[in-house]
């Protein structure tokens, strides 16, 4: 089946830092979503990709779809304490009524 | 609106008890999907709806049985609790642009 690997699996960083992380596949996926989980809640969905070679901000995050559509890459600039949490990649099956979820990236940010 | 509900939020039982998980959303959403997340890692799925009365397996069904009798609904039921089913049970639904997701529910089998 279809696996994301994402790296790196946690960062320590310094509050005002720029973060990046990105998410790889060996097979080729049309939709790459990229969602935020905080300690005790459920993922919330951070933003979503839909073109090769896309790039979208929401606010301090940026993601891009990567040119060959095995890769996603999300950064997030002059991080803040509330940044914390652990950041996911979703990719859906070719129906489009999976998805599959990388193993996440764990950010923590020091004041 | 709500958004997508999930009760309880913690449970313990005990080996061998059953218990249904229950998940509603008040989106309208077709589709809708039962994970699991053991600590440290992503999340897996167990079952997915694309509406109601009609159920899938996904990654790792064995031991959860689901239903849709409605659109609103879609109750997880563990017939025979194992320790290995510890975790924590995220429900989500979904539209075109994305899934969304419950705030989980915590199960700890001892």
């Known amino acids: 089946g279809q696996q994301l690997n994402q790296s790196p699996q946690s960062m320590f960083i310094q509050e005002g830092e720029d973060v990046s992380m990105n998410c790889t596949s060996s097979?080729?996926?049309?939709?790459w979503l990229w969602y935020k989980q905080e300690p005790g809640e459920g993922p919330v969905l951070l933003i979503a990709?839909?073109?090769?070679?896309e790039l979208t901000s929401n606010g301090r995050l940026t993601a891009q779809f990567g040119i060959t559509r095995k890769d996603s890459f999300l950064n997030i600039s002059a991080s803040i304490p509330s940044d914390v949490g652990i950041y996911f990649c979703?990719?859906?099956?070719?129906?489009?009524?999976?998805?599959?979820f990388g193993g996440g990236t764990r950010l923590m940010v020091k004041p | 609106n709500a958004g997508v509900t999930q009760t309880p939020k913690f449970r313990i039982l005990k080996i061998g008890q059953s218990m249904t998980l229950q998940c509603t959303q008040d989106m309208n959403h077709n589709y809708m999907y039962w994970y699991r997340q053991d600590p440290g890692m992503g999340l897996k799925l167990i079952y997915y709806?694309?509406?109601?009365?009609?159920?899938d397996k996904g990654e790792v069904p064995n031991g959860y049985n689901v239903s849709r009798s409605t659109t609103e609904d879609f109750p997880l039921r563990l017939e025979l609790a194992a320790p290995s089913q510890t975790s924590v049970y995220f429900c989500?639904?979904?539209?075109?642009?994305?899934?969304?997701f419950g705030p989980g529910t915590r199960l700890t089998v001892l």
């Open positions: 990709l839909y073109k090769a070679g």
């Open positions: 709806s694309v509406g109601a009365g009609i159920t």
């Open positions: 989500a639904s979904s539209h075109p642009g994305g899934q969304f």
């Open positions: 097979s080729i996926f049309n939709t």
């Open positions: 979703a990719g859906p099956n070719n129906a489009g009524n999976m998805l599959t």
